[in-house]
């Protein structure tokens, strides 16, 4: 039994790589948006041209951000959903709530400081995890039954 994986939420820091690499040996299929803050911003108007105002330049992106991300999500098994620190990801709230709707497994990263705010997502969550290691021990352990040593 294999694995489709994305993985949702901040753009910020390694957390992405962490599950990669510690995920390596396992039959995971991984998936993520585009990362490359810059080009997820701009693509809408890079690609369909210019927009004046800056509520279009964004809806344009967003949209385009969308076919992604939705093709994304209804093909994985399961989301991986990380709420970082120095922003609201708005966007990986929205992840983990269509992801819910699809009924897809959600695991959620998030810092303690978080459970408030991400009550309602983390119910929706089949596992609430505070490191990436938690969110390969998660997959290491549906893939082969084996707990962490």
Not at 41 to 50: K, S, T
Not at 100 to 111: D, F, P, V, Y
Not at 112 to 117: I, S, T, V
Not at 120 to 133: F, G, N
Request: glycine residues 8%; proline residues 3%.
């Amino acid at each position: 039994m294999g694995l489709n994986v994305y993985l949702s939420g901040e753009i910020h820091t390694d957390w992405r790589e962490r599950i990669i690499e510690g995920a390596q040996g396992l039959d995971v299929t991984f998936s993520a948006p585009v990362t490359d803050h810059a080009a997820s911003d701009d693509c809408g108007v890079a690609i369909l041209g210019a927009e004046d105002s800056k509520f279009w330049h964004d809806n344009k992106g967003a949209k385009m951000n969308a076919i992604r991300t939705r093709k994304a999500i209804a093909d994985a098994d399961v989301v991986v959903v990380r709420f970082g620190e120095q922003y609201k990801q708005w966007n990986a709230a929205f992840d983990a709530g269509y992801a819910a709707a699809l009924g897809k497994s959600l695991i959620i990263l998030q810092r303690p400081e978080h459970d408030h705010a991400l009550k309602e997502v983390d119910a929706a969550a089949l596992a609430v995890t505070r490191e990436p290691e938690e969110v390969v021990a998660t997959l290491r352990y549906v893939l082969t039954g084996a707990l962490p040593e």
